[in-house]
């Protein structure tokens, strides 16, 4: 289908101005489910489109370990397996086995601009390029793409939103504005993570803050006014840093392509360009706009007072989506454009990924708001991917890429829950629940899975991503990658963070253990005897979180990294490239690591 993407982005918006016009309270809802329902299958047929599995075709940029070294494609012998490969500008052919290279893509190497134009680009990186110039200037283009990183959350973002749909469903006050800001919230989500230009992915970001805060100050709690103003100033604080980093690399790189970008801004910002301190400071202002987004400590004062605020609904997209795009921002922006003030940063972003980890997990551990304690949990989690950013090798990227997928939907379906408790009790003081494990079976087992993959589980989704982050970290300690070989790090202060981690991660336990035992089991209270277990609808709603919790948790590669992998490898690589060394003296260890 021409144009997929681009359609994708609108439609939801386009959506919400048929639910306005629409009359009749069950006549739009019905439109908006049917466009929640169009958009989350049009992302599914994404899936079929996206060539994860290509083999090595003509023009393909490659990578040869055995020689350190990178080239092009030039003709391929399928038969006997084996490509011929142009090393160098000038340089005579030279024949490899399939097995002998590696297919890196647009990310990692600064290949030929016509291969990208023509919308055959590099292997498991970005695809589906859609491109059309924007405000008459080449520096500002309506540029679309989908990879590896941006697939599987796209995914996730259209099945949460449509949940969201049927969990609201019985919903009446205003229920047309409520489902027309949700739509426009789908549009912006999906906007940014489809954007492969600068500017076009900060007006998706800035006006994603729109329908979140219209959303809590309309139809939140009585705190609603506090818990709004509060998310809206965090939130601009966060939209501007991002704008000066914005309007900076437009100045200094003179373009804003997301896929030409690493390597222009590798010239000025680099260990050899002449502006390396502003690459620091650069790096701080996305950082600052992406850890806030993020709700990651010490900034993650929003989160809190938006969760215990948020209207039914709502409650589910905040740690699922809408915070997601925080991580997602990281991965795709502040460290493939600034590796190598990345890599100066490390320890700062590491010692707030495991303060992450332990403060918000000790704060959940206080609190008996049910609500609140999520919140905090999301944050305790969000430390998991900020430690994993923060390491720079392809196991830590991949551990905090898949604890961003694994965090939107176990946050999503705790705060289903909450939702569902509180609906039913009028409140949620975790103190006055108790013994829930007979009285609501069906409420209990969906708990336990969320809350079991909450703590790590192995066979839940949760567990793939801590352990992938903290073997990323372990990889951080060998000579062959980047912090070291960079001079950016040591051993000794790499043991110390993992040691720390792994504390952190038992208060986790913690937390689960605990709130399971308060909530589930112990006497049973007069009030819970009155509640009605779960409906219908509700498993409708519980039951496909659930099952793709258990399926990333069983099948991690086939579900999620045999889409990411090639695209977090390119950007490892690149990284290596544009930091303050080059890919020759960290081969050996990025393949000792699977790199």
Known sequence: MPHVLFILVFLPALGAAAV???????????????????????????????????GVEPGDPVRIPSLQTVGIVRSVDPVARQAMVELGPGAALQRFGFAEVRLVGEYAVAADRGHLASGRTGF??????????????????NLLGIDGLSLPLVNLTTLLFLLVCVATWTMEDRAAGFLALLLMLETTMLGILLSLDLLLFFLFFELSLAPVYYLIVSWGGARRQYASLKFFIY????????????????????????????????????????????????????????????????????????????????????PGTF???????????????????AGRAWLVMAVLGVIGIAYGALCALSHVDLKRLIAYASVSQTGVIVLGTATMTTASFNGAFFALVGQGLIAGLLSFLADVIERRAGHREIDRLGGLAKRLPRYWGFSAVAFFALLGLPGLSGFIGQVMAL?????????????????????????????????????????????????????????????????????????????????????????????????????????????????????????????
């Not at 922006?333 to 190598?340: C, E, F, G, R, T």
């Not at 202060?493 to 689960?512: D, H, P, Y």
């Open 471 to 595: 073997f990323g970290v372990f990889q951080a300690r060998r000579n062959g990658f980047l912090l070291l070989a960079g001079h950016h790090g040591s051993a000794g202060a790499i043991n110390t963070i993992i040691v720390l981690a792994c504390i952190g991660l038992v208060f986790v336990a913690a937390v689960v253990v605990v709130t399971l035992r308060r909530i589930f089991f112990g006497p049973e209270r007069a009030e819970s005897r009155a509640f009605a277990d779960l409906g219908a609808r509700e498993i409708a709603v519980a039951a496909p979180l659930t099952l793709m919790i258990i399926l990333l948790g069983l099948f991690p590669s086939l579900l999620v990294f045999s889409l990411s992998n090639k695209t977090v490898e390119a950007i490892d690589l690149l990284m290596h490239q544009n930091s303050a060394f080059g890919p020759a003296s960290t081969a050996e260890g990025r393949r000792a690591g699977g790199g």
């Open 323 to 341: 915070v997601m795009t925080g991580g997602y921002g990281l991965l795709r922006v502040a460290y493939p454009i600034l590796p190598h003030a």
């Open 124 to 141: 498991g990186v970005v695809q589906l390029v859609e491109r059309g110039n924007w405000l008459g200037s080449n520096q500002a283009q």
């Open 235 to 318: 939130s601009m604080v966060g939209a501007m840093a991002l704008l000066i980093g914005v309007i900076a690399i437009d100045v200094n790189v003179h373009s804003l392509d997301l896929i030409e970008l690493p390597h222009r801004a590798a010239a000025v910002f680099g260990p050899s360009g002449t502006l390396g301190t502003t690459g620091a400071w650069l790096f701080a202002a996305f950082t600052l706009a992406f850890l806030l987004r993020l709700a990651a400590t010490p900034l993650h004062g929003w989160i809190v007072d938006a969760m215990a605020e948020a209207p039914a609904g709502l409650t589910m997209l905040i």
């Open 20 to 54: 306005l016009a629409v009359r009749g309270r069950v006549a739009r809802r019905w439109v908006a489910f049917s466009v929640f329902s169009a958009t989350f299958l049009l992302s599914l047929s994404l899936l079929a489109s996206y060539r994860w599995d290509r």
